[in-house]
């Protein structure tokens, strides 16, 4: 036994136990707590980077007019923020989350592929380097929006929209792979006794997350694969000239982007699910029901996508459609907020900081939600769409939402993480600057007034962005409504000279017809006399959504009871 103990001790002198040294342990780690660690490191320098953009964009509408950057450049900064805050800072930080907590709270001894844990990180930097290295080319990095809207990012696109593409073909990648290892994690290495029902929050809202992420990454991979078939062989799956449609892009592209949005939200639902009950010292109210409110909606994510999309002509059996699926998942949305306002509801509760930005998630979220409500009628979305108060509605969700979740459960989880407590005083004051910050930068897009304001994109089309200053007083506003069109104050406005059926109600098809017709002249025109053959291109294709509303209106002026006109007519 003695050579046992004796040779066990010089074998423990020439061989070093525990993680490797230096950097190659990073990067051949195959450590979950390592990986999640990496991840975090990543999605935080990443929010930096894309917080950096942001300042830009924020520095350059400070005021009216030019001031430290290029049209050019401001389009493709609102592009890489967005790119760089859904794709590299928000999705990164919550699987280094599910990496650091999934096996702890499973009682799972690791992830179930480490292996491949580690190269879905690694090609995380590997596909944001080779985006943001765009930014260097000569023609500049992607310029089209984080939505990368086909024209924009095929027929208009500058030469790096290549290097875009493969790399988020690689997020893509990365991300299917790390929601295999959660699933096969979960599923397959719960300690005996871990039944499904006995899961934290956490672990469910991550395997439903897992099972999104699986059904959609491939989607978004099919769309940027089209777009480069398009820019580089040939084919028109997204150009009308070709027998292609561009509004075929919107639906691939958002049947993969509102999961996505859900994608980002639905872990930091799981996080708040267990700091509220740790802080108010009760079990989680309606455990099971937050579990099937979390899975219901996961499946009407599917099926919402279109609402995105009511402004570009889609029937109106589909607009309603789309409308009643967004507005149900205001239900076991609801069943959220309640349930976590129940299990504080008499408890005995304590206010440390993953609580306080628990708490501001759970009443900024909701203010974030009711805006998505409003957007969801689609008469109310036509004066919505393409206005700041959709990028407030996006933020609302996003900042007080999935972020304020990520900076809770750093809180909540980094003392167990490290094995040191933080200093509260400064991490409240932290959140009241955090918070501070936020509201004065969202909330005024959301007070805007519609129909008042410039387009959130009209930067991100000089050609548009011109024709908006010769038309600053002469804006269309499109209301699918059956009874009325809106009385613009500028009496020599097409919508004016069109004719009496315009001015009182749509009453008259004729009247509505000669409306549209004279706005969309008057369109044509502005772009003949005050812009380049560039700027006629944004002209034209105004005058195509102008073209798609006129036959919503014609179909809701046919669909109108007889006696609106009058109706409006006595009213006026």
Known sequence: MSAVIDDHGHAGADHAHGPAKGLMRWVLTTNHKDIG??????????FLLGGSFAMVIRAE???????????????QMTTMHGLVMVFGAVMPAFVGLANWMIPLMIGAPDMALPRMNNFSFW?????????????????????????????????YAPESVTFFIFAIHLMGISSIMGAINVVATILNLRAPGMTLMKMPLFVWTWLITAFLLIAVMPVLAGCVTMMLMDIHFGTSFFSAAGGGDPVLFQHVFWFFGHPEVYIMILPAFGAVSSIIPAFSRKPLFGYTSMVYATAAIAFLSFIVWAHHMFVVGIPL???????????????????KVFNWASTMWQGSLTFETPMLFAVAFVILFSIGGFSGLMLAIAPADFQYQDTYFVVAHFHYVLVPGAIFGIFASAYYWLPKWTGHMYDENPRQTALLAVVRGDEPGVLPDALRRPGGH??????????????????????????????????????DHPWRRAGTGQAVGWG?????????????????????????????????LLAIAVDQAHRVACIASRL???GLGARSRNHG
């Open 37 to 46: 660690t990496l991840y975090l490191w990543f999605a935080f320098s990443m």
């Open 61 to 75: 509408l400070f005021q009216p007019g030019l001031q430290i950057v290029q049209p050019e450049f401001f389009n």
């Open 123 to 155: 090609l995380l930097p590997a596909a944001f380097l080779m985006l943001v290295s765009t930014l260097f080319t000569p023609g500049g990095g992607p310029n089209f929006g984080w939505t990368f809207y086909a024209p924009l990012s095929t027929t």
């Open 317 to 335: 059996v589909g607009e309603l459609f789309f409308m009643y699926a967004t507005l149900l998942i205001a239900v076991p949305t609801g069943v």
């Open 454 to 491: 410039a387009p959130a994109d009209s930067r991100l089309q000089p050609a548009v962005r011109r024709l908006q200053h010769g038309l600053v007083h002469r804006r269309i506003h499109v209301r699918h409504h059956a009874d009325l069109l809106p009385v613009h104050r500028d009496q």
């Open 508 to 540: 008259r098809r004729a009247g509505v017809e000669r409306a549209f017709t004279g706005a969309v002249s008057h369109l044509h025109y502005a772009a003949g006399s005050e812009m380049n053959t560039q700027a006629s291109v944004g002209a034209s």
């Open 560 to 562: 109108a009871p007889t």
